[in-house]
């Protein structure tokens, strides 16, 4: 009888073992950023940043008044406009890293907004800046239905190894396209 | 002497055995160098080798690669770039080639680390070297091109300073198409290894303005 139990005791051991193994998560994602999740209107904190998406717009151009040298901004894509608050949580960071995934795509942001622009902030540590995170995608990445659940990824440098990172999701499956979007310059948020 | 032996130095005596001659050093060098050619050609290794020709195309035709799929639209001279508000300096002129470019991964590629372009005009622009290195601006805002986002064609300017003179409409311009491809046995460059030109179109400058 003791025997049995052993017996069964030794097969469960394995079986449970195998599990584990089975379900440890591989090399790269030993190593992959801790993405906090949120959606738009919600604050995300993440180690070095805290953010909030207040929302999201599709543009064929920009309208940049704010330099009279900005060129050309149309696109043979779409300008995908996100509005965002951000906060540095410890020194200074720039957010050039930032990146827009739908579906297996990643697309980085794009730096077709003139300085001053929120991916390079002008203010310190501490302090709320609103600006737009523009990104120029294919018209073919809003026909894939992973952009319902598209994701901002707000990297705060290239390497995001376990580092914690805010992704926000946002739907830009059901946006309309505007002819033009205004781009602003950064401005301070008032609590 | 002792006793049993027998005087073999008196005139009766046998003859010495000849002594056995031994191939030289060399000889032996001589002989292994001609078995290892022999081996070799007998596997083939001293069959002509064909050499694939780099593919040509034409201007205006579209190049698929392994990340890129690159179109060389215009080769020209000029003395000012789109929108970048700077002209050439005093007796130089910008030779510029005009691609469109889409990267056709999941990822975004920084370009700047990609000369996925290169020229040969006259001997002037050559290939390689710091020398050569073009400037590569979006023409739209005249800007550096950051990244190439995933399957969104994009129309370049690959730029070089030239002295004017040193290249006229005309001339033969062999513009090189390079990418890197996919090598999983390279340990050296992560998952890619680097590549020569996988193409090259061979045109004139002024052609395809």
Redesign the interface.
């Known amino acids: 009888m003791r025997r049995r139990w052993g017996a069964i005791a030794a097969v469960v051991a394995l079986v449970a073992t195998g599990a584990a193994v089975a379900s440890a998560p591989d090399g790269p994602a030993t190593i992959a950023p801790l993405y906090v999740d949120g959606d738009v209107g919600e604050t995300i904190s993440s180690r070095l940043l805290t953010v909030t998406v207040h929302g999201a717009q599709l543009a064929d151009e920009l309208v940049v008044k704010y330099r009279d040298d900005a060129g050309d901004t149309t696109t043979d894509g779409v300008w995908v406009v996100i509005d965002a608050t951000i906060t540095m949580e410890q020194g200074y960071i720039v957010l050039t890293n930032t990146e827009l995934r739908i579906g297996d795509r990643l697309f980085r942001v794009s730096e077709v907004a003139p300085s001053p622009s929120i991916l390079v902030p002008e203010e310190s540590s501490g302090i709320p800046q609103r600006g737009p995170f523009v990104f120029e995608v294919p018209l073919s990445a809003l026909d894939d239905p992973a952009a319902a659940h598209a994701q901002v990824l707000f990297n705060p440098s290239a390497e995001t190894r376990l580092d914690s990172v805010a992704a926000i999701t946002v739907d830009l499956s059901s946006l309309a396209t505007n002819p033009t979007i205004r781009i602003d310059p950064p401005t301070i948020e008032d609590h | 002497m002792t006793i049993g032996e027998t005087d073999q130095t008196g005139p009766d005596a046998p003859a010495p055995a000849p002594r056995k001659r031994r191939l030289p050093g060399w000889a032996w060098t001589l002989i292994g160098l001609a078995a290892v050619v022999a081996i070799v050609a007998a596997l083939g290794g001293f069959r002509e080798v064909p050499i694939a020709k780099l593919p040509a195309i034409a201007l205006g035709e579209t190049h698929e690669g392994d990340e890129y799929r690159t179109t060389v639209d215009a080769v020209y001279l000029t003395s000012q770039l789109p ?1 970048t ?1 700077y002209a050439a300096e005093e007796g130089f002129e910008y030779l510029v080639v005009e691609a469109t470019v889409e990267n056709t991964t ?3 590629i920084f370009t700047l680390t990609r000369q996925l372009i290169r020229a040969l005009v006259s001997g002037v622009v050559e290939p390689y070297g710091d020398a050569a290195a073009p400037d590569v601006s979006d ?5 550096p091109v ?2 190439l ?6 129309t370049v300017l690959y730029s070089w300073d030239v002295e004017i003179g040193q290249i006229k409409d005309g001339d033969e311009a062999i513009i090189g198409i390079f990418e890197r491809h996919y090598d999983p046995s390279n340990p050296a460059f992560d998952d890619y290894s680097t590549t020569d030109a996988v193409a090259r179109v061979i045109t004139e400058v002024g052609a395809g303005r």
């Open positions: 929108n508000g999941d990822r975004p023409p739209r805002f005249g800007g950051g990244y986002q995933p399957n969104l064609p994009l």
